[in-house]
Every structure is written in structure tokens, then in C-alpha cells.
């Protein structure tokens, strides 16, 4: 199963926003709606910040925001801010099999 | 609070073996997964398997068929990764970490991660 497609880097400055893709296949994001997305600082462990595609755990800002359309899911930032500096990462459930399978990951840089 | 409690390093030669601990409090141990996720050193995350500690069920990532073991003791609130025959890529932070309450509602906790050194 080959790792989900993500840009290596995407950029912005302060309160602008920024989108950051996902791309998969038929078989995983485009399967079902079962994309999730991670935040992750240096060094520490990841953060759950959208379920389902675009479901928001209990108290994640609502800053984050998220879309799927045909095998690409879609993670946006709204009013980017310094502490949006981090890698983030698209995982997928594969029904047929059960298994996951993460994103390259995508480093956000605020300018 | 839910935690996931994962100890320290571990540094092994190649060919040997290495089972890594990851003790789940504030829940219901058996009511949620536990899947193993590794990072190699200056990569992106991999999904390695999981288990459900209800069925004893598991499943693993096609590349570590054959390689890896995942369990669980109900006893302790803890499931296990063992790996074997560990290679020089294998070296990375191997994190446990608790899948929500069905298949789409992703990782919810983690544990802070054990680094493995696969190292002559």
C-alpha cells in the first residue's frame, strides 16, 4: 500500500489561509469518508485534529477545516497562525483489508 | 484522562528481536483498539497494525507480515509490539496509539513513542 500524496511544504503569513491535499486512490480516501488528519511539533507525538473527513474533535479550533472530493482529501487553515508551524499528516482506513495508511506528511512554515 | 504510557529505548543489534510496551489507563481498555504507528528518523509516520484487545483480533501492514506480533493483557491494561529480525531501517520512534470508537474516527491518543536503534 503505497503512502497517500501530500505536498512536502506549503507556506503562508500570518492570518492568511492555506490548503494542504491529500491524494489517494479508489480504494482508500475515495473509498469512504474515513480521512483523518495530524498535527505534529519536532519532537512530540501527533494530534488528532479532523475525523471523517471533516469532523472536529471536542474542543480543536475551528480554524481547521476539511473536504474530500473524489480519491482527494482536503486540510484548510484559516488566520494562519505561529503556532500552526508543524508537519501535518492525512491517514485513510482501507476497508477492504482493514489496514491504514498515512500521507507523505506536508510541513506548514508561517512566514 | 486517557493515557498511553510508553518507557524509554531500546537499543538492539540486527536480527534480534524487540517487544515494546504501551499501557493504557483512563478507559476502557477493551472497548478501544490500540494500533502501532512508527516514525523513522527525519520521516513521515507509517501505520504498522493493530489489535483489538476485546476479540484478540489483530491486523498488520502487509510489509510486516511474517515480522510482527501484536498482544494485549487484559490484566494490565497493556498491549505489546514485538518486531523480529530487526534491520538498520528499522531504527525509528515506535508509538502506540488508541483508535476511536469505529474505523473513520481516527488516532485519538498516543503514547509519547519508544525509540528503537537497530545498531551493529
Known amino acids: 500500500q503505497s503512502a497517500l500524496t501530500q505536498p512536502a511544504s506549503v507556506s503562508g503569513s500570518p492570518g492568511q489561509s492555506i490548503t494542504i491535499s491529500c491524494t489517494g486512490t479508489n480504494s482508500d480516501v475515495g473509498a469512504y469518508n474515513y480521512v483523518s488528519w495530524y498535527k505534529q511539533h519536532p519532537d512530540k507525538a501527533p494530534r488528532l485534529i479532523l475525523y471523517?473527513?471533516?469532523h472536529r474533535p471536542s474542543g480543536l479550533s475551528n480554524r481547521f477545516s476539511g473536504s474530500k472530493s473524489g480519491n482527494t482529501a482536503s486540510l484548510t487553515i484559516f488566520g494562519l497562525r505561529a503556532e500552526d508551524e508543524a508537519d501535518y499528516y492525512c491517514c485513510s482506513y482501507i476497508g477492504s483489508t482493514g489496514h491504514y495508511v498515512f500521507g507523505t506528511g506536508t510541513k506548514v512554515t508561517v512566514l | 484522562q486517557v493515557q498511553l504510557v510508553q518507557f524509554g529505548a531500546e537499543v538492539k543489534e540486527p536480527g534480534a528481536s524487540v517487544k515494546v510496551s504501551c499501557q493504557a489507563s483512563g478507559y476502557s481498555f477493551s472497548a478501544y483498539q490500540i494500533h502501532w504507528v512508527r516514525q523513522a528518523p527525519g520521516q513521515g509516520l507509517e501505520w504498522m497494525g493493530g489489535?483489538?484487545?476485546?476479540?484478540?483480533?489483530?491486523n498488520y501492514a502487509q510489509m510486516f507480515q511474517g515480522r510482527l506480533t501484536v498482544t494485549r493483557d487484559t490484566s494490565t491494561s497493556t498491549v505489546y509490539m514485538e518486531l523480529n529480525n530487526l534491520r538498520s531501517d528499522d531504527t525509528a520512534i515506535y508509538s502506540c496509539?488508541?483508535?476511536?470508537?469505529?474505523?473513520?474516527?481516527?488516532?485519538?491518543?498516543w503514547g509519547e513513542g519508544t525509540l528503537v536503534t537497530v545498531s551493529s
Open positions: 471523517e473527513v471533516s
Open positions: 496509539a488508541r483508535r476511536g470508537s469505529m474505523a473513520g474516527t481516527g488516532f485519538d491518543y
Open positions: 489489535i483489538n484487545p476485546l476479540s484478540d483480533d489483530t
